[in-house]
């Protein structure tokens, strides 16, 4: 659980960096088991229950997998939070919610202008993610007046996906994996 207080995009830089810095030593870890470990099994094994991953923003050991899945969720947070600094100069910040902290995934700070989640999967639709994130945005933030949904998946190009938005006043984007990488660099 880690929340962000946000005003400009250097600051989002630094957390990208973070996280940039959590994969290298992870993967720097992986190649020591990999030249060391023959067994497939006792690899996977040891990616799903060893602690040899790093969080990507908190100094503390996670398993390679969820390091997996909240690297790329929290960097198309980031770089949504970016997009909505751009689009909102009117904003004066933003408040980040990674993980299982409370609140929106993005808010802002002023309670009623801004509301919006995000997520990365191999499709908008997996897990019933997205159609998830709309019914919150729905039931929890009624009248706010900017109301956002963002995903990172395979295939879908930078920008509003029309065809997946089902609720008015909720907009849906997609900020593709190739943008978020390059993000990192």
Not at 121 to 132: I, M, Q, V, Y
Not at 156 to 185: N, Y
């Amino acid at each position: 659980m880690t929340t962000l207080e946000v005003d400009t995009p250097p600051q989002l830089d630094r957390h990208i960096r973070s996280v940039r810095d959590a994969a290298e030593r992870t993967v720097r870890a992986l190649r020591a088991i990999l030249t060391s470990e023959r067994d497939g099994l006792q690899v996977l094994r040891l990616m799903k229950f060893a602690e040899i991953g790093h969080h990507p923003i908190d100094d503390r050991a996670l398993n390679v997998i969820e390091q997996v899945n909240q690297t790329f969720t929290y960097l198309v947070t980031l770089e949504a939070a970016r997009w909505l600094l751009e689009q909102h100069p009117e904003l004066g910040g933003l408040r980040i919610n990674l993980g299982a902290s409370a609140g929106f995934d993005l808010e802002s700070r002023d309670p009623g202008f801004l509301a919006a989640e995000a997520f990365a999967a191999t499709h908008p639709g997996s897990n019933d993610k997205l159609r998830k994130d709309v019914r919150r945005l729905q039931e929890k933030a009624d009248g706010t007046k900017h109301r956002y949904v963002f995903f990172s998946c395979p295939k879908f190009q930078f920008g509003r996906q029309t065809q997946w938005e089902r609720v008015a006043g909720i907009e849906v984007w997609s900020l593709p994996v190739d943008t978020l990488l390059k993000a990192m660099q």
